[in-house]
């Protein structure tokens, strides 16, 4: 990446965002998972910062949910799968991804997430 400030330069906001934009495009995706590469009915648990979801696929291919969790989902309720974020700025569409804020979408709101801690299939051992 180019350097685009001088020694002793404060960066203004054209050379911070080309340097987040450099940083998220770098980032390795591997820590989480795409809904549209899963099957309808898969199962999966998601525990943030604050909170455990249940999530199951309905249709993959738009990231349409029934998630259940958080204050917000005290029962199943459909939702769109946005992506993962930092909390703004840029979204990994669809994503899920641990060290992100999962974005949600209802027919009546938008929730975002604290942070995600660890990602499960439903049944797998491996969510910590």
Request: with cysteine.
């Amino acid at each position: 990446m180019a350097d685009y400030s001088a020694p002793g330069d404060t960066p203004g906001p054209e050379q911070t965002r080309a340097h987040c934009l450099d940083r998220w495009a770098a980032f390795d995706w591997r820590d989480g998972l795409q809904v549209p590469d899963l099957a309808p009915l898969d199962r999966l648990v998601v525990r943030t910062c604050n909170h455990v979801y249940e999530l199951i696929v309905l249709e993959p291919w738009r990231a349409a949910v029934l998630v259940r969790g958080g204050a917000y989902f005290t029962e199943f309720t459909r939702a769109c799968v946005a992506g993962s974020s930092a909390g703004g700025g840029f979204l990994k569409l669809h994503g899920i991804y641990a060290g992100f804020r999962l974005e949600l979408n209802t027919e009546s709101q938008a929730i975002i997430t604290s942070p995600v801690r660890a990602i499960a299939r439903a049944g797998d051992d491996t969510l910590g």
